[in-house]
Antibody, heavy 122, light 113 residues
Framework: QVQLVESGGGVVQPGRSLRLSCKTS????????MHWVRQAPGKGLEWVAY????????DSADSVKGRFTISRDNPENTLYLQMNNLRTEDTAVYYC???????????????WGQGTLVTVSS | DIVMTQSPDSLAVSLGERATINCKSS????????????VAWYQQKPGQPPKLLIY???TRESGVPNRFSGSGSGTDFTLTISSLQAEDVAVYYC?????????FGQGTKLEIK
C-alpha cells in the first residue's frame, strides 16, 4: 500500500533553513504529482506547494513563495521541501501528500504521510 | 484565491442521527472538461493525518462507509453522515483542488451529543 514517510523536522531558529524529505513506497512515484500541506498546532490545513510528476511544473502558496522550494528525486522515490528564512508562523506539522490519478480519485489528494513537526523558535 | 467557508464550526449529534456539514466556495469549482466539481472532503481524527472521504464533490473513496455522502454543485457543497457512529468523531475539512492555491475550509469539529 501507499506509504509516505516524512523526516527532517525539528526546532530551528527564525531565519534559518531546514530541508524536509518524504520517502515513498507502494506506488509508482514517478507518475504522480505531489503536494506538501501543513497544519499549525491546533489549526486547520494549509496547502504549501505542488510539484508535477516530472518536476516541470511547480507551484507554491504566497505565504512561502521565494522561501520554500519543492523538488523530487524520482529514481529515489523521494519528495523534498527546502525551507529557507524560516519564520515563527511556519511552525506546523508538514504533511507529504500524493495527488491521485483522475481516473481513481479525481485528482484529489488521496494519501497523506504521518507528518513531521517543524518548530521555529528563538 | 478561492475561499472555502464551512458551517458550522462545531456540531454535536446523537449516535444514530444525521450529521450535515456545509461548505461554500467563493467561486465555482466546476471543471468544464468533465463537468465535475473539484471538491474533496477529509476526515481528521486526533493525532492522525487527514483521510480522503469524498472527491468530485460526491464520489465516495473506496473503502469509505456508505453512511458518508457528498452532494452539491456550483458553490454549495454538503457532507452528510446518515447515521452517526462513535468512530466518526473527528474534524472534517472541505477542499477545492480546482485551482491554485488549493484551499481548505476551516474545519468542522463533530462530536457526540
Amino acid at each position: 500500500q501507499v506509504q509516505l514517510v516524512e523526516s527532517g523536522g525539528g526546532v530551528v531558529q527564525p531565519g534559518r533553513s531546514l530541508r524536509l524529505s518524504c520517502k515513498t513506497s507502494g506506488f509508482d512515484f514517478s507518475i504522480y504529482g505531489m503536494h506538501w500541506v501543513r497544519q499549525a498546532p491546533g489549526k486547520g490545513l494549509e496547502w504549501v506547494a505542488y510539484i508535477s510528476y516530472d518536476a516541470i511544473y511547480k507551484d507554491s502558496a504566497d505565504s512561502v513563495k521565494g522561501r520554500f522550494t519543492i523538488s523530487r528525486d524520482n529514481p529515489e522515490n523521494t519528495l523534498y521541501l527546502q525551507m529557507n528564512n524560516l519564520r515563527t508562523e511556519d511552525t506546523a506539522v508538514y504533511y507529504c501528500t500524493k495527488k491521485g490519478a483522475s481516473v481513481t480519485t479525481g485528482g484529489s489528494i488521496d494519501s497523506w504521510g504521518q507528518g513531521t513537526l517543524v518548530t521555529v523558535s528563538s | 484565491d478561492i475561499v472555502m467557508t464551512q458551517s458550522p464550526d462545531s456540531l454535536a449529534v446523537s449516535l444514530g442521527e444525521r450529521a450535515t456539514i456545509n461548505c461554500k466556495s467563493s467561486q465555482r469549482v466546476l471543471h468544464s472538461s468533465n463537468n465535475k466539481d473539484y471538491v474533496a472532503w477529509y476526515q481528521q481524527k486526533p493525532g492522525q493525518p487527514p483521510k480522503l472521504l469524498i472527491y468530485w464533490a460526491s464520489t465516495r473513496e473506496s473503502g469509505v462507509p456508505n453512511r458518508f455522502s457528498g452532494s452539491g454543485s456550483g458553490t454549495d457543497f454538503t457532507l452528510t453522515i446518515s447515521s452517526l457512529q462513535a468512530e466518526d468523531v473527528a474534524v472534517y475539512y472541505c477542499h477545492q483542488y480546482f485551482s491554485s492555491p488549493y484551499t481548505f475550509g476551516q474545519g468542522t469539529k463533530l462530536e457526540i451529543k
